[in-house]
């Protein structure tokens, strides 16, 4: 049973509470205008507006609603939501892609980075203090950034770059992160090495191209017509229009591959890459070490990967080539990075459209369409 202290005047005329799970229960009552009010049973605070997840499938499955605000633990952030920026693990997440490797129990508030305003912190919380402005990708089970109010821990906050507002700070963390860890820690890409990144013109692509580049190497990547202008004037030196030429016929050699596409664009860059080089994907089928490095040394899960990434590592090894999937993790001191290069002028932040919150429903359906040009976030007002 819910112990929040504010709440037993709204139950006060609501129906008997229904427990649906260890974190929520449900009571009808007269609070909310939808007649619904979620109470987790482990929070205490006001009540705040979020995106919930109720059961995985289609849009139909997720709602605006109001719910309590967590409570910060000793090491977390409570953070007032000013932005949070969407991605394709949010509409993946719902329709329960995911649910082989992250389990949460449902009704969950989906949304993976946000930036906004230190309002509480927990008692062992050392680096922040309540008004700093921060940003940060949350932990990849624990979700809530789709909602006024989210606590994060501290290892995964940074400080906002000083030179962006909310809504492009908001855009940074999940994809920034991505290609900085495929880039620097995975690849490790050196200057004057060629690299190709597929896919350059969305949310990740953006990043990867400007990171690619500040690391010192020589960038191609693919990209229609639509894209193609805003890949140059990101910095990139080639740019194969996939919606006309096959990479494997474009010629050229590569030391590292970052695919964010996956499919017949991975197959194809296979085939363009020299013998030794390696190919990072986000987008193609996990591998062993995915589940050992990226999701907590998970032994029955890096046995399934093995199955099922069988053809690509083979594929790989006849071209005498590595492979790698990639899930990236949520980190404070690469954000902190990431922070500095943008204060630097080195990394620009692409943001294609903004929604108000109370559009989130639409502004997921345009991420889900695949064409957006760098991000989309929605911004609380
Ligand atoms: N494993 C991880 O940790 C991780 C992290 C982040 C993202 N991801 C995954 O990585 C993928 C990319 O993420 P994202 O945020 O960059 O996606 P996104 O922003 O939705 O990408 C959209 C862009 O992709 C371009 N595009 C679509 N099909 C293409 C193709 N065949 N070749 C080249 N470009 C193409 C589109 O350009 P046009 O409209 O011009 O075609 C559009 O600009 C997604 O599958 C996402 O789930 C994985």
Redesign the pocket.
């Known amino acids: 049973m819910a112990k929040a202290s504010s709440w037993w005047v709204l139950a006060w005329h609501a129906k008997p509470p229904i427990d649906i799970g260890p974190n929520f229960s449900v009571r009808v009552g007269p609070f909310n205008p939808e007649g619904e009010v979620l109470i987790p049973l482990r929070t205490h605070g006001k009540p705040m507006r979020a995106y919930v997840l109720k059961h995985y499938g289609g849009p139909e499955g997720s709602r605006l609603m109001d719910i309590p605000a967590p409570t910060p633990r000793p090491r977390e952030i409570l953070v007032e939501v000013r932005a949070a920026g969407l991605?394709?693990?949010d509409f993946?997440f719902r329709q329960g892609k995911l649910r082989a490797i992250l389990r949460p129990r449902l009704p969950f508030v989906l949304g993976n980075e946000v930036a906004g305003e230190a309002v509480a912190v927990g008692s062992e919380v050392k680096r922040f203090r309540a008004g700093d402005h921060v940003f940060a990708r949350v932990a990849k089970d624990s979700g809530g950034a789709f909602a006024e109010q989210v606590s994060v821990d501290e290892d995964h906050v940074a400080p906002m770059p000083r030179n962006l507002d909310f809504t492009a700070a908001a855009a940074v963390p999940?994809?920034g992160l991505?290609a900085l860890q495929a880039l620097r820690d995975e690849l490790g890409v050196k200057p004057g090495q060629k690299v190709l990144i597929?896919?350059g013109?969305?949310?990740?692509?953006t990043f990867a191209i400007q990171i690619a580049k500040w690391l010192g190497a020589h960038v191609t990547t693919?990209?229609?017509k639509?894209?193609e202008a805003l890949v140059r004037a990101l910095g990139c030196d080639e740019v194969i229009d996939?919606t006309a030429q096959d990479i494997s016929k474009a010629g050229g050699r590569f030391d590292a591959g970052f695919d964010?596409?996956g499919g017949k664009?991975l197959e194809q860059m296979f085939e363009v890459m020299k013998p030794g080089a390696k190919i990072v994907s986000?987008?193609a089928l996990p591998e062993p070490q995915t589940a050992i490095k990226d999701l907590g040394d998970r032994r029955a899960l890096s046995a399934l990967f093995w199955i099922i990434s069988y053809g690509i590592r083979s594929r790989a090894r006849r071209a005498g080539i590595g492979y790698r999937y990639?899930?990236?993790h949520p980190s404070g001191s690469d954000l902190a990075q990431l922070a500095e290069l943008i204060e630097q002028g080195t990394l620009k932040v692409v943001v294609d459209k903004t929604y108000p919150f109370a559009e989130i429903s639409e502004a997921l359906a345009y991420?889900e369409r695949?064409?957006?040009?760098g991000k989309v976030v929605v911004t609380m007002s």
């Not at 013109?201 to 692509?205: D, F, N, R, S, T």
């Open positions: 991605n394709p693990v993946k999940l994809t991505t597929s896919g013109a969305g949310g990740v692509g693919t990209a229609s639509r894209g996939y964010l596409i664009t986000i987008a990639l899930f990236m991420v695949g064409r957006a040009k």
